[in-house]
C-alpha cells in the first residue's frame, strides 16, 4: 500500500465556532478533502465510470478524537493513510498536524458500490484495476 499521503489547509473564518476555534464537523469536511485528492493522486475519483458501472464511495462509519484545537489561520497537515482494504471496502485514517503537534485522529470506512439511476447503489467486490491503484500498484 502506498504511504501517507499529505496535504495542507489553512483554517478559514467560515470553519471556526464563536469560540475561535475550527468546529468539530469540519474536521469531517477535511477528512473528505483529503481522500478525494488522494483519490485523484491515483488517478481516480470517488465517484468514476468503470466498466462494471459508475462506482462510488459510500461511507458506512466515520469517528474523530479531538486532541488539540486549531484556529483561524493555522495551517494544518493533514495525512492519510490506508489502514486495510477488503474485498468491498476501505478503511482508512487521517491524522490532523500543527506544529509538529497531533490536533485530531479521523478515521473512515468506505464501501465500493454501484450506482444507478435514481440513487440506488448496491455494494460490489473492488474492481481488480481499482485495488491495484488502491494498493500502489497501478499507473497513475
Known amino acids: 500500500m502506498p504511504n501517507e499521503f499529505k ?9 471556526t465556532d464563536t469560540a475561535g476555534v475550527m468546529h468539530f464537523s469540519n474536521y469531517f469536511r477535511w477528512m473528505e478533502e483529503v481522500e478525494h485528492e488522494w483519490m485523484r493522486s491515483l488517478g481516480m475519483s ?7 458501472g459508475t462506482v462510488s464511495w459510500p461511507r458506512v462509519t466515520v469517528s474523530c478524537e479531538y486532541f488539540a484545537p486549531v484556529r483561524f489561520e493555522d495551517v494544518v497537515e493533514l495525512r492519510l493513510e490506508v489502514m486495510t482494504i477488503g474485498d ?8 490532523f498536524w500543527k506544529d509538529g503537534q497531533k490536533t485530531a485522529r479521523g478515521r473512515a470506512k468506505a464501501v465500493c458500490c454501484r450506482t444507478f439511476d435514481g440513487g440506488k447503489f448496491e455494494s460490489i467486490t473492488i474492481p481488480a ?12
Do not use: C, M, N, W
Request: cysteine-free; hydrophobic content about 40%.
Open 129 to 140: 484495476d481499482v485495488r491495484a491503484r488502491l494498493e500502489g500498484k497501478g499507473a497513475t
Open 46 to 52: 470517488v465517484i468514476q465510470p468503470h466498466a462494471v
Open 7 to 15: 496535504i495542507l489547509r489553512r483554517v478559514q473564518f467560515a470553519e
Open 88 to 95: 468491498k471496502s476501505l478503511t482508512y485514517e487521517v491524522t
